[in-house]
């Protein structure tokens, strides 16, 4: 069965520095990867997924991840972060007809 | 264009009791899926219905049931309330099959409160 680990529960990080946030999947196949943001009050948004292919995934609002298969992981990163990032922020892995989400990390941006 | 509606937005009940929650989808979306998102267990999803069929169902018990309509709105109920059915619970809607293949919409939740 697939699983998601999100190791960061909290992360803090000041507004303009890069920002990478952790992800590591278990699944026997290749798998379906997303990530998705949840801003306070609000529904989940999709900022990217890999499927297949290219292993950098550019998504929306700058966020780019790398799919790194020896690792198992599909980290999430932005080069310079805003005070509207602040949020949680959900990886997630598709296989076998059903979908798995990590725990979530919340981003706190200090001004 | 509107986006994922939940009714209601927020929901205190008591357990025992049963809850029908509902979801509408954005026009011309056929697929809705269901999650439950606790701080506990985080989270989790429910199903998936394409043209009134499920899909794909989760790993809850029998008293989590859905539907979807013709016009591609859905409901869930749950029967027989526990105190662990406290929870936000997302709809999210896509265009065609295979909705976690394709970008799924999420409407704001309906947070269930069991007292």
């Known amino acids: 069965a697939q699983s998601v680990t999100q190791p960061d529960i909290h992360i803090t990080v000041s507004e303009g520095a890069s920002l990478e946030l952790r992800c590591n999947y278990s699944y026997g196949a290749t798998p379906y990867l997303f990530w998705y943001v949840q801003s306070p009050g609000q529904g989940l948004q999709l900022l990217l997924k890999y499927f297949s292919g290219d292993t950098l995934v550019q998504g929306i609002k700058g966020f780019e991840a790398e799919f790194k298969r020896s690792q198992s992981s599909f980290n999430l990163r932005k080069p310079s972060v805003h005070w509207s990032d602040a949020a949680e922020y959900f990886c997630?892995?598709?296989?076998?007809?059903?979908?798995?989400f990590g725990k979530g990390t919340r981003l706190h941006i200090l001004p | 264009k509107a986006g994922v509606t939940q009714t209601p937005r927020y929901l205190i009940k008591t357990r025992g009791q049963q809850v029908t929650l509902s979801c509408s989808p954005i026009s011309g979306h056929r697929s809705v899926s269901w999650y439950q998102q606790t701080p506990g267990q985080g989270l989790q999803f429910l199903f998936e219905?394409?043209?009134?069929?499920?899909?794909n169902k989760g790993n809850f018990p029998g008293r989590f049931s859905g539907r979807q309509f013709s016009n591609s709105r859905s409901e869930m109920n749950v029967s027989t309330l526990e105190l662990g059915d406290s929870a936000l619970y997302l709809c999210a809607s896509s265009f065609g099959d295979r909705g976690v293949y394709n970008e799924q919409f999420f409407g704001p939740g309906t947070r269930l409160t069991v007292l």
């Open positions: 997630a892995v598709y296989g076998d007809d059903k979908i798995i």
């Open positions: 219905y394409f043209s009134e069929t499920q899909r």
